[in-house]
């Protein structure tokens, strides 16, 4: 499904500082005095690598009682910093107020935070006060790995009349044990771009991470991903920041941490190059042919096996054979050189395909559907 946003292209509005350098927006995570930002501005804007200053004003707490932005105040001191190293500034905004704010006090660009993505009456709100304004809006995903929102929140701020549109991959909460403060789900940030691929994705490693030592790792890695650009945290001294400071980088630890960043390009130039890969993508869709073939046989098989079930009033799952299935395809795939979390998660996909497929012919006199689990 291709969605139908109105997009301008990214370089209607923002660029790389230089070139062969990677499009980056960098700063505080919060403007905390006049004194930080605008010093903190100064460094970054000396690194030449920045396209837009960022600094959030209002700040969404999970908690109360925390630092909650320095509020309007911190529209004067972006002005400042901006007259005074000339970078355009990017502030989140997340009620009309905010906006009607930040525009009156000339921020370049706006982002909707993660949390207000996941708001359909806050992006709303937002998008009815951008309505007849030509600025530059990013949205960041929703903290939920929820798909429909992000898009939803693209196509209302879309509607609303803004076509200088990004968004930011900023990660998604998750229950599940990880070394990131945000999974990354890179699944869901490409799917976005196939839905929508004139749609800029900018990713924002600070939020994924949650910590500087994985910065450069996940950076590089939305590079080599086709990511338009980067936000990154920049504070001038990180240990003293309010909020965010295990994530933040001082100026010159962002400048040298881009400067080591790889930029490569989608289009392949040799055609010695161009060759090879069109020789190995042919065996790759070869073999992906196949590997659905042996799916759908595998399934016609299941089938049988369900009808089986049925009618000798056997149980769908039998927890002793699945874990043998688990157990030796595991083993087996190891010995072939595929990574063992791999080979599990392709079978829990297959397993509960086939226990879907089963359920429905147990229960076809229901009309019941269920949708895939894994997915
Ligand atoms: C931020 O960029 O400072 C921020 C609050 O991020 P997010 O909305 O991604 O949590
Ligand atoms: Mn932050």
Redesign the pocket.
Known sequence: MKLDLKIQPLNTWIKPAQENQPLLIAGP??AETEEQLVATAHLLAKTGRLSAL?A?IW??RTRPGEFEGIGSIGLQWLKRAKEETGLPTAV?VATAKHVEEALAAGVDIL?V????TANPFTVQEIADALRGVDVPVMV?NP?NPDLSLWIGALERINNAGITKLAG?H?GFSSHEKSAFR?EPMWDLAINLKTHAPELPIIN?P??ITGSRDLIPYVAQKALDMDMQGL?I?SHIDPSVAW??AKQQVTPSALDELVGNLTLRKPEIKSAEVKDALADLRNQIDKIDDLVIQKLAERMQIVEKIGNYKKDNGITILQVNRWDEILQKRTRYGKALKLDENFTEKLLELIHSESIRKQTEIMNSDSGIKENLTHA
């Open positions: 995570c919060s960022r959030g700040k969404p989140e982002w935070g993660a949390r207000s960041k903290v930011i900023r945000n924002d600070s939020h936000m945290e909020t965010d």
